[in-house]
């Protein structure tokens, strides 16, 4: 059984033709609203939406200015689920959306499922202590997803019915600047080998090392919460876990990580987790296909040695 | 500049049992505030001292939990001058947009410039009720703050940093702003804070934002023990190593 309609809603086109074949899956309709021109809409016309509504975003607006607008263009069917993209824009989006169809957001699920006509979303709360299955109880839902999350590959279908959005923006609030980063963000989500780094590692310069054996596993580099918020070694979009990075890579080795609950929830979906930790009571033992209790300051450099 | 900082006060998710069924126990967990509010309340703090100002912390919950006379202290000694307390038992399983409401149901009975809330709560992580607060009140929103400037009684100059980039806003006031948890590093309060927040006033609020809830919860279950091998070697020496590179080889890494 599948519900009636699924709107997406997402600032990052990258997402869209996995979220639209994963909305397919659940729902008879799929719209995709996309934030850019037409011709931008025209480009991502194979994600598998049965329509495309794009907001043309001015250069100096934003595509939360856009959110009364997507909402009335919902309201349009009798009822719908709005899945919107976990990234700091898409939360703006989807809290503004909610209040302009009086409902609440589902943040973070991990799973989707419709089953007797009702939409499940799943999620982990306190912090991975738990995994709460809940329903909408009003005829429309907003729920966040990162990428990863639908196991579906894109199946392509063009999409014909492409046209802009009926409302107009509002609310914009100046800009004065804008800096994009340079680096290329990771991108963690879709990693299919993770070097997943924590509170063992003594010094930022021993990143290094690590990435040195990322490099030899072709795996990318991911870290616990305190690496990144309080030590500031990574970038805070590398942290795994429940309030962080949610990931499900084939392989995943840990570093001088504990394995916290909260970081455990974000990181145990992975095929296959290594630990290395000198701490033979880390909870990350138990949760390990495979372990070494050593000094990851013996263990990494000997490893790399032997993976050259 | 008249600052009000969103509170949380959630049980300790370090505490929670986990009962043989797989539900949760919160029985033995302890009350804290909620850990992204730290921020939030530091953020008010500071800006509270910038602009020769006040700050008023703002809670809602279950009455049993406000009532907790440790946890009250712990906030008015974080630099609010006041703490404002909106006890809710009606339900305690909030949905987000029913936790905005009552606090945008409080919000109408108080004076403010700017609303700080936190990055997210640490129980429920939805990162979408400051938003919703604001949203519901006509204000502008603004999420992932991660500095603030006063450029005017009427006007804040802030820094939003994406996830592929930093912008600056200029945001008009009254505003609620949702901050990042990188934007400060959360004081610890000094013994003289922790003295001086048992003088500061507690008020209670009564509003009038009974709303339906818009999710039901099915089920709460701590995830199900996931099959690891759990094969552990104790050393770090050549074999040691060895046998890690076997068993990469083995799974054909």
Partial sequence: MAIPSIFIVSDNYSVLPEFCCGAKTLADSVTAIVFGDETAAKAAANCSADKIIFCPVAEEGAPEDYASAIAAEIKAVPNAIVLVNNSIRGHLLAGKISVYLDTAVISGANNLSVEEDKFICSRMVYGGTAQRKEIFTKPYGIVTIAGGIFDVAPAGGETTDIRAIEGAPEGSIPRISRNEKKEGAVNLAAAKRIIDIGRGLAAEEDLDMCRKLAKLLDAEVGCSRPIAENNKWMPKACYLGITGVQVKPDLIVTLGLSGQVQHIGGINKSKVIIAINKDKAAPIFKNADFGLVGDMYKIVPALIDKLS | ?253
Avoid: H, W
Avoid at chain 2, 13 to 41: C, F, H, V, W
Avoid at chain 2, 164 to 190: C, K, R, Y
């Fill in chain 2, 1 to 253: 500049m008249k600052i009000i900082a969103c509170c949380k006060i959630v049980p300790n998710e370090e505490e929670i049992s986990i009962l043989p069924n797989r539900e949760l126990s919160m029985t033995g967990a302890s009350l804290k505030i909620s850990q992204y509010d730290l921020n939030a309340l530091e953020t008010g703090k500071q800006l509270a001292s910038e602009t020769n100002g006040t700050m008023t912390a703002l809670s809602i919950g279950p009455a049993a939990s406000l009532a907790n006379s440790k946890i009250r202290k712990d906030i008015l000694s974080r630099g609010a001058d006041e703490l404002s307390l909106v006890p809710d038992d009606s339900d305690e399983c909030f949905d987000s947009l029913q936790t905005a409401k009552a606090i945008a149901g409080a919000l109408k009975l108080m004076e403010y410039d700017v609303v700080i809330c936190g990055a997210g709560s640490s129980d429920l992580y939805a990162q979408e009720v400051g938003i919703q607060a604001g949203t519901l009140l006509g204000i502008p929103v603004m999420n992932n703050i991660t500095g603030i400037k006063v450029l005017s009684e009427s006007t804040l100059l802030v820094e939003r940093t994406l996830e592929n980039g930093v912008e600056a806003l200029e945001i008009p006031l009254p505003a609620v702003l949702s901050v990042s948890s990188e934007i400060n590093i959360p004081a610890v309060p000094s013994m003289r804070d922790i003295m001086k927040a048992g003088k500061k006033p507690v008020n209670e609020l009564t509003i009038e934002a009974k709303t339906d809830a818009s999710t039901q919860t099915l089920e709460q279950l701590a995830p199900a023990a996931q099959d690891r091998r759990q094969e552990i070697i104790e050393g770090d020496g050549e074999e040691a190593v060895s046998a890690l590179v076997q068993f990469l080889k083995k799974e054909g890494f």
